[in-house]
């Protein structure tokens, strides 16, 4: 069974910090991880996916993450929040092969001030 | 190039009744997988089909069923409404059911049980 852990619900930074969303997850096969932004009454759109290449993932509008196994944890960073950053993200983990299910993180709000 | 389509954007519905949901996939696309989201919570998988058949179910009572057409359109039905159905139906597609391949969402349908 796979699952994923998001450890904060709610995250609050100002414009022009860096941000940290964190993420756990647990599979029992060699999974891919994936980050989802979703903006207000828009649909999910993918940051970046991990699929067992390079541990450190760079995505869309400077975002990254690293996979990191022997933590279980695949973070999101960026380091400089923009505005337009503010929406709810979700850590999804996907089994390899052709187990595609996806299964997503309750989702972490990410709130930036000026 | 479209991308995924879903329709109607929004339905209202009273308990007991059915409804039918639709789904085109992006262009070159042949699998589409099926997500429930709940207000406030994370897209649950529903089903996935793939050559016409269901190959992965989630935890979903069979008054949720769906179908895929030779053109690789999809419909999911629900059956006997209940209050708790109310939620975001997400559609995605994707180039076969592989956990390495992105899978791509529509704008999803709200969907409002009375």
């Known amino acids: 069974a796979q699952s994923v852990t998001q450890l904060d619900s709610h995250v609050s930074v100002s414009e022009g910090t860096p941000v940290l969303l964190r993420c756990n997850y647990s599979s029992s096969y060699s999974p891919s991880l994936f980050w989802y932004v979703q903006h207000p009454n828009k649909g999910l759109q993918l940051l970046l996916k991990?699929?067992?290449?390079?541990?450190l993932v760079k995505g869309i509008n400077g975002f990254e993450a690293e996979f990191k196994k022997s933590e279980t944890s695949f973070h999101l960073t960026k380091p400089s929040a923009h505005m337009s950053d503010a929406a709810e993200y979700f850590c999804?983990?996907?089994?390899?092969?052709?187990?595609?299910?996806?299964?997503f993180g309750t989702g972490t709000r990410l709130q930036v001030t000026l | 190039d479209a991308g995924v389509t879903q329709s109607p954007t929004h339905l209202i519905k009273t308990r007991g009744q059915q409804v039918t949901l639709r789904c085109s996939p992006k262009?070159?696309?042949?699998?589409v997988s099926w997500y429930q989201q709940a207000l406030g919570q994370g897209p649950q998988f529903i089903f996935q089909?793939?050559?016409?058949?269901?190959?992965q179910r989630g935890n979903f009572p069979d008054r949720f069923s769906g179908h895929q057409f030779p053109n690789y359109s999809s419909e999911l039905n629900v059956n006997a409404l209940l209050l708790g159905d109310s939620a975001l139906y997400l559609c995605?597609?994707?180039?076969?059911?592989?956990?390495?391949?992105?899978?791509?969402f529509g704008p999803g349908t709200r969907l409002t049980v009375l």
């Open positions: 089909y793939y050559e016409e058949e269901e190959r």
């Open positions: 262009s070159g696309h042949d699998t």
């Open positions: 999804v983990v996907s089994e390899s092969g052709t187990a595609s299910k996806l299964t």
């Open positions: 995605a597609s994707s180039l076969e059911p592989s956990g390495y391949n992105e899978q791509f």
């Open positions: 991990y699929t067992s290449a390079a541990t």
